[in-house]
């Protein structure tokens, strides 16, 4: 059988920061003790989660609760997809209405995808992956009511892949030319796999990430697992987790073991799609933290960890330092459709009482972390042409709008152009080969 994996400061322009804390909402599952296995958040409004059983981990729950206004009210409901004795191995929704399980075998792996709708009254089969000892189910994505993803182990040689454009109606396998080939007993994870904006990556038990940007149609390894330690994303001894911020910027957590505690972890990150991969020098969280869900702010440098055995962090540096936002509280999985829209798996009470979080407030532009320096920026304001003027080696320098979306990224130049934005104002940070940065807000003329 398969291995299965269980899913401040003040910035130079504010006198002062606020912070991040976690809002308790009611996941809506009847039965107390329901834990979120997993979750996709589509959009400000929308978000699909999938439930497993806190008491007894090893039942085989089929339940799912969902957001349509930004999670004021969460509706929860059963999947119904006639097998029973499947299990579910995510949730991907685009609408009140309309959302994708992948469900598998325990033992034999196989199972297959099926769609709802109705909001999640009635679910139909798709596609089934029937090869027997061969065909496993890992995930099923959706980057829109049209385009999505099967992923499976590999099948008569090759990943077995198949892609949609329209609605799953009807699948195409993915040829096996745009393919990586697996190495030797090779195979994903069920959920393992992290999506954003039209790019998707799924790792395996070899160590490996494999990356499409255009939706699943073509991949290629963008992590060798080996030259770090990890031989498999879901070892016992070692393990690791990844996320990414868009098809450039990417984290991968690796984890050690003796037992079941965690004795070390290490960070490395990319930002050129996986060509070059650097090990990060962090503060702010250890191995006694037991982090078991990492997840970027799409298209920003902010991440958010979280721990099932109490409390969670944030970083806007790109992993570099993490600052707590809460201790003692059970968080299973986070997941941010922005840096105003995040959200984290608990533990419900009841039907009426907890289950879901959700950060009160932005993690935008009064959370990045600023070192003084002597270094100015000029002019300001700015027709376009921005110079940097330090007597320290820069490293890079990284324009953010005031929601903390990365917008341009420069290497070592002294001088930006931001001519091509629309008027406004604008986040301008400068980050140093000695590890310090400064931002400054500009104005766009």
Known sequence: MKKILLSAFAVMISASAFSQSWVTQNSGFATPSRGISGMEVYDANTTWAFAYDGVTSTNNIQEFTKTSNGGTTWTAGTINIGEPGLHITNISGVSAATAWVGAFDNTDGLGGVWKTTDGGVTWNNQLILSTFGESWTNFVHFFDANNGIIGGDPENGEFELYTTSNGGTTWTRVPFATLPNPLASEYGYNSGYYAV?????????????????????????????????????????????????????????????????????????????????????????????????????????????????????????????????????QHLSVRCSSASNCYSGGFNTSAIAGGMFKLSSSLGTNDLSVTAKSTSVYPNPTKGEINIKSDSKIKSTTVFDLSGKKLLQTSSDKVINIGAFVKGTYLVKVDFADGSTKTEKVIKD
């Open 197 to 329: 904006g039209n790019n998707i990556f799924f790792y395996t038990g070899k160590g490996r990430i494999f990356k499409s940007t255009d939706k699943g149609l073509t991949w290629n390894v963008a992590f060798t697992g080996s030259t770090y330690g990890i031989s498999d994303f879901g070892g016992a001894s070692v393990s690791g987790d990844m996320a990414w911020s868009d098809a450039n910027t990417g984290i991968v957590l690796k984890k050690n073991f003796t037992g079941t505690l965690p004795t070390a972890i290490a960070l490395y990150r990319t930002t050129d799609g996986g060509t070059t991969w650097n090990t990060v020098t962090f503060t702010g969280i250890t191995a006694a933290n037991n982090i078991n869900d990492i997840t970027y702010v799409p298209n920003t440098n902010i991440l958010l960890a979280t721990s099932s055995a109490g409390g969670s962090w944030k970083s806007i540096d790109n992993g570099t330092t993490w600052t707590s936002i809460d201790t003692g509280v």
